[in-house]
Nanobody, 116 residues
Framework: QVELVESGGGLVQAGGSLRLSCAASGLILSTDVMGWYRQAPGKQRELVAAFTSGSSTNYADSVKGRFTISRDNAKNTAYLQMNSLKLEDTAVYYC??????????WGQGTQVTVSS
């Protein structure tokens, strides 16, 4: 079993920054990959940023150049640095850990609200 705990969400003005953290505990495998997704009211959950196999990363077009995903393998923690936040970034952000076999674990989500 794996537990993912997100933190770092909150209320920020447009143009501001936030850093989300996701701490993973339990049986973490070296082949697991972590990522961030978000879900805005009335919309489907979407990929924000994720590690792919190896050290490659994948970003949604809407956040490229503004968001950066990183990780600390020693701490089993992933981060999402969000800069130049926009109103449309408002959503619940979820941490994801995906096994190579395809199974995914999800965190409980953390709310990010960007105000004008």
């Amino acid at each position: 079993q794996v537990e993912l705990v997100e933190s770092g969400g909150g209320l920020v003005q447009a143009g501001g920054s936030l850093r989300l953290s996701c701490a993973a505990s339990g049986l973490i495998l070296s082949t697991d990959v972590m990522g961030w997704y978000r879900q805005a009211p009335g919309k489907q959950r979407e990929l924000v940023a994720a590690f792919t196999s190896g050290s490659s990363t994948n970003y949604a077009d809407s956040v490229k150049g503004r968001f950066t995903i990183s990780r600390d393998n020693a701490k089993n923690t992933a981060y999402l640095q969000m800069n130049s936040l926009k109103l449309e970034d408002t959503a619940v952000y979820y941490c994801n850990l995906r096994r190579r076999a395809g199974y995914s674990y999800w965190g409980q989500g953390t709310q990010v609200t960007v105000s004008s």
